[in-house]
Each structure stands twice: as C-alpha cells, then as structure tokens.
C-alpha cells in the first residue's frame, strides 16, 4: 500500500480512538456531574473554581488580555511535573497529566483526550465546558468564537513547546487577534503565596555501579555526534529534565516519582555550563563536576534562572545551536536567531539514551526480577484478603508500594499507582483517594498498573484479574488483549522499523470484533529516570526501533461504566535468531523483561492460537527461571508455591481456530512494511 493511503487507513482504523462523541442526555450517575440538572449536580470530587477564576479574570483584564491558555506541562515539557508547576490542576480541578486551558472574561474550556474524558466529568465544576479533543484546531476555533476581533490572546511562552506555539500562530494569523507572549505568568500570580514553594532538596551523584559508563565518556560521545553532523553545530541545549541527569550520572527529586531536578545544559565544543540550583549539589556532586577543571571537561555551575541570559550571550557568536524542538520551549528558542539553530526533534542526548548498553540493559532485567517479587507478593495477599471485603483500592495501592520499598536498590514508586477495581478500570490513568475509594471485590475485576524506581532501573507493569466469575464478555476482551501483547510481543522485523508500523499487531485481536483502546500502544522506560521515556515508542514521532531500547507493550479495553482491561509487559528490543538473512541488519524482535503471570481465570483457550500458546508456555517458563530463585533466596515460600502453580504450562491441544492468526499476522506486516518503506 502506498503511503498516502495507508495514512488514510490509519486515521480511519483509529478514528474511533480520537473522535468527540455526540452530546448526551441528562446523566444518571452519580460520579459524575450534571451541568444540565437544576440546580447543577457535581459529585464530591468536583473543584469549586468560581473564586480562581474571578482572581484570574482580574489579572487577564489589568494585562489587557481577553483569553488565557493554559498548559499541564512546565518549562521543560515534562509529563509528569511537581505540584508547584500543576497550574492546569490548580486552577480546574482536573489531575490528568495531559490537558490543555482556556479562559476568557466570561468562559472557560478544558481540552482533555479520551483517557481523561470521565475523569474530567468527575472533576471539573460547571464553570468549564469539556472539550473531547486535544487539537489546537479545536482550542483556535473556540477561541475565534470567543475572543472578539482584536483581542489578545496571552500565554507563558516558556510553557510551550516550538511547535505548538506555531501552530497557535498560524491558527490566529490574519484572525485579527493577537497571539501575546508574557513571560509573567498569570496564573502564578493568581495562585499567590499559596503556591507551592521550589525544591531545596540534594541533588546527588548516581553510584558508579549504577551507570551505564561515566559522564565524561558520555560528554565525549556527544561532542562526537557534534564533529560527526553534517551542520557542525558549536553547541547543544539539553531542556530535558531527564537529560542533563542522564549525561552528568545526576539524580533528584523535584518531581514525584521522577529522580531529575530543575536544571538546563549548554554543552559546547570546548566548555559545559550546568544550570541548576548550585546549593543543592551534593559535595559528591560538585567534586565530580568539577574534577576536569580547568579544561574542556569542566563543569561550570550557574544558577538555574540564568540560563536565558547565558544562551542570548552566546548566541551573538558565530555559533550554531543544536536543540530538540520536543523538549525546548519557545521562549527559550526564541532567544537564538533563526540562523543559528539547528532544529531537530530531539537532542543527541535523548537519542543517544534511547539506547541502553549492555551494563544498563542487565541492570533493567535485574531490577524487573526483583520488582517481580513485590507484584508475586502483592498478588497473592490480594487472594487471601480480598475474599474478606478489607481492601480497598487505596489501601491495595499503599501495599503494593510497600512491598516495592521492601525490595533493594528501591527508591520507591515510579507513579502514582492505579489501582481500579470494577466501573474505575474503565478510566485508563484512573489513581484512588482516602477519601473516595472502592472496596475490591470478587465479583469485579481489578486492574493495577504500577511501577518502581531502583538505583539499576525503572519498572512499569499492568494486570489485570478476577477472582470470582467473568462475564463471557470480560473473558473475551481479555483474552483478546493478551493476544495482542502476545502478537507484538513475538513479533520479528526489520531494522530501522518504526513502531507505529508495528503497533497495529497490538490491536488485530481487538479489532476482528470490533473492539479497540484510545490510548498508545507504548513508551520508552529509563534506567531510574522518567518511567515514560522519549523517543521509544509506538507514536508516530517516536524513533525507529534500534536494538537496546526499552519499551512497553500494553494494549487494552474499557467499557465504560463497567470494568477495564489492561495488560503491560517492558520488553528490550534485540537481534531475532532467524533461519535468513536479507539485508546487512540483522532482524530485530522483543525480549520481555516483566516477568509475572497473567491471570488463568480470565484466559480462554480457545481463542489462542498453537503458537500463542507455545510462547505464554515458553514466558512461563522464563518466569520460573528467573524468578522462582529469588523468591527463594528471600525465603518468600508461600509465593514460590504460587508461582509454580500459577505458571503450569498451558496444553496446545487447547487452542482453537484462532491458528489461522498467524498467517493474516504475517500478510498484514508485509503490507504495513511495504506501505512505510521501512
């Protein structure tokens, strides 16, 4: 299939994924609010916002502004960001990590995807109106309708990425209104002093036996992607959070469940300069960095806030800049001229991440066998007490936390865990409360996707189970969903593939009967770093797979209002062991890393193909290898028992007409693969 329409089939296979729905009747449930009822219904976990906004409307009319957008991201487009730069969760109620504000002198929208789309309806009061979209077309248009000709439209610059605020320029461009940058950002001053205040905590040296190698071979790496590029750039910015610790083997914690700290590099062909909270470096930390000094190895410490200033001055040299528009916000590009950059979508850092070595790869495969233990652990208390009604989906979180710290090397959660049971589930990034928390039962299914982070690897695992009777429904959509882990899983392909060629196998079991899931497919996974990592992944500005990269494989499905489906496994990519060759690369395929069983009760049989079977069989019995020891050697007998039991090899002779799977799986790669060039 040619490009242009196997693009057009793309859209359409997915478009079920990202179209808004019809408006709907008056709801009857009480979890979420109803703006239509008289007077207004808004559940419990509803923010009253009316007062935030009036503060912020007073701020928008002295700047002379008629509409605020507002961002989740921070200065450096982190997906997860600390609570003092939540400004979209401060001032709407939402929580979800991706989302998008507008306010104007009289009306205010949310803009959310379809992960969030029921968690907004609990959240927001009905001073918002919820768009079921993310597109900067949608927010351009409502503001169009909404600002009068001549308007201003303001927003922070050094909040949004190089692209988006194009995207809003173009949309504006010849409207008559006026995309306004301020640099003061309004919703800090309406937050005041009851804003959270910065960081102070260390920043620290990662030990040496947990690095893939020591910065300086890394600085010298990247330097020779410099010497190496055709543009020969003098200098690269690093905005990344998760950069500037990867190159200097730096962590810290000014964000939850993220080991990184505020902070910004210019790396130039002779010198370094760090951008940081100077004061919070660990004596360790500041000896290493300045260990090379004087010389082209020594680190220079400036003041975070500096950064701007310093990139300004450098920039009136005969310089070339070489930046990630992904992570690099305007207000910062904005500071270099156009001439002087040299724009690519991300740094040679992040690229070069992307890619672990052979010690970073062992040391992700040993922190997932231990991060197996607590997750055996977990499980099998979640057998004993569910069936007593005393677990609740807060506490099963706490817990599973505590036996993740409980494990070496751990640092804690790698996110706020999810832990769902019954109609919650159906909310993709669903996290429970104290306050508002569903009991587990045995008559619901449950799902939790957690992680941990450890000094050798960050760790992000999904499953789902049901300890009583699934309805024939719920044990077709999860067999179905583990078909298409299994099917991407097992998958072999060509080097250089992008993953969203591929991503579609995740998704065939699901789509022969008219199911399918509105998130991705996948993400990167960091060596205790971001538990979401970029570039690697199944999107289509992720890069193409290499051998080395981490990356989850977790499809699902939601029905909403009833129960959710979701089963997420780390794999590594690495070389296929196959019969030919063509080509001088060889092929390429997954190694999963996560190794804990999926639940029997809600696996049929018959659905499965031989070579499905064959390969949940041959996981098993990694599992055992690699697992089975370590639970012994923490003399954790009840589990290793649970564990051989529940790893019992599966009989072919099960398997049912699904066989034929295999040849449509291979027919359907050779038309993806075709289609792209990869």
């Given at each position: ?193 009851q804003r959270p205040p910065p960081s102070s905590s260390e920043i620290y040296s990662l030990p040496a036996e947990f690095t893939g190698s020591r910065w300086q071979d890394k600085v010298a790496g990247i330097r020779q992607r410099m010497e190496q590029h055709a543009r020969r750039p003098t ?444």
């Amino acid at each position: 299939m040619s490009p242009p329409l196997w693009i057009a089939a793309w859209a359409l296979l997915l478009h079920g994924c990202a179209a808004g729905r019809a408006p709907r009747a008056p709801s009857t449930r009480s979890d979420i609010r109803d703006c239509s009822a008289e007077p207004p219904y808004l559940p419990p976990t509803a923010t009253n916002t009316t007062a935030r906004l009036a503060v912020l409307r007073g701020i928008l009319r002295t700047h002379g502004a008629h509409a605020y957008i507002v961002p989740s991201t921070d200065a450096h487009m982190s997906e997860y960001i600390s609570e003092r730069d939540a400004r979209l969760g401060w001032l709407t109620g939402f929580t979800g990590s991706a989302g998008t504000a507008v306010v104007t002198r009289d009306k205010a929208a949310l803009w959310t995807d379809s992960r969030y789309w029921t968690q907004a309806e609990r959240e927001l009061d009905c001073n918002w109106e919820l768009q079921r979209t993310t597109s900067i077309e949608s927010i351009a248009t409502w503001i169009l309708k909404e600002v009068p000709a001549e308007g201003n439209v303001s927003l922070d610059p050094f909040l949004f990425s190089i692209d988006t605020w194009n995207s809003y320029s173009r949309a504006l461009h010849g409207s008559g209104r006026t995309l306004l940058p301020l640099e003061t950002n309004l919703v800090d001053q309406a937050w005041g002093d009851q804003r959270p205040p910065p960081s102070s905590s260390e920043i620290y040296s990662l030990p040496a036996e947990f690095t893939g190698s020591r910065w300086q071979d890394k600085v010298a790496g990247i330097r020779q992607r410099m010497e190496q590029h055709a543009r020969r750039p003098t200098a690269v910015l690093l905005s990344g959070l998760e950069e500037t610790a990867w190159l200097f083997n730096l962590r810290g914690d000014d964000i939850p469940y993220n080991p990184v700290f505020y902070s910004y590099t210019l790396l130039t062909n002779t010198t370094i300069s760090l951008f940081a909270g100077q004061a919070r470096l660990s004596q360790e930390a500041r000896q290493s960095l300045r260990s090379g000094c004087p010389g082209p190895l020594c680190v220079e410490l400036h003041d975070y806030g500096q950064v701007s200033a310093h990139l300004r001055r450098y920039a009136q040299g005969n310089v070339t800049v070489w930046l990630g528009t992904e992570y690099t916000t305007y207000g910062l590009y904005a500071t270099v001229p156009q001439e002087k950059l040299l724009e690519e979508s991300y740094s040679p850092v992040m690229t070069a991440k992307a890619v672990k070595n052979a010690h970073e790869q062992e040391m992700l495969r040993a922190a997932h066998v231990r991060d197996a233990v607590a997750v055996i652990q977990y499980l099998l208390w979640l057998e004993r007490t569910v069936p007593q009604g005393r677990v609740d989906e807060f506490s099963g979180a706490q817990r599973i936390d505590a036996f993740r710290w409980a494990q070496e090397h751990s640092r804690g959660p790698s996110f706020e865990s999810i832990s769902a049971s019954g109609l919650n589930a159906a909310l993709a990034h669903y996290s429970p409360s104290n306050g508002s928390s569903r009991t587990l039962s045995a008559r619901e299914m449950y799902l939790f996707d957690t992680g941990g982070q450890y000094l050798d690897g960050t760790t992000d695992i999904t499953r789902t189970v049901h300890w009583g009777e699934p309805t024939p429904l719920q044990k077709e959509a999860y067999t179905r969903v583990l078909m298409g882990n299994i099917d991407l899983s097992r998958l072999v392909f060509p080097s250089n593939t992008a993953g969203r060629t591929v991503e579609s196998f995740a998704r065939r079991a699901l789509w022969d009967v008219g199911l399918n899931y509105g998130h991705g497919t996948g993400h990167g996974i960091g060596n205790f770093l971001s538990v979401h990592e970029w570039p690697v992944g199944f999107q289509s500005n992720n890069v193409p797979l290499e051998a080395g990269m981490f990356t989850s494989i977790e499809p699902g499905y939601y029905q909403d209002g009833d129960f959710g489906i979701r089963i997420e496994d780390v794999a590594l990519v690495v070389e296929a062991q196959t019969e030919h060759q063509s080509g001088e690369k060889p092929f390429l395929t997954f190694e999963v890393v996560s190794l804990v069983p999926y639940d029997r009760n809600l696996i049929d049989l018959s659905l499965l193909s031989p070579e499905q079977i064959r390969y949940l069989n041959s996981y098993y019995e990694r599992i055992r290898a690699h697992v089975g020891p370590e639970l012994r050697r923490q003399r954790l007998e009840d589990e290793y028992v649970w564990l051989q039991e529940s790893t019992e090899p599966f009989p072919v002779s099960s398997a049912g007409s699904a066989a034929a799977g295999s040849l449509a799986l291979a027919a359907l790669l050779s038309v993806l693969l075709s289609g792209l060039g990869a």
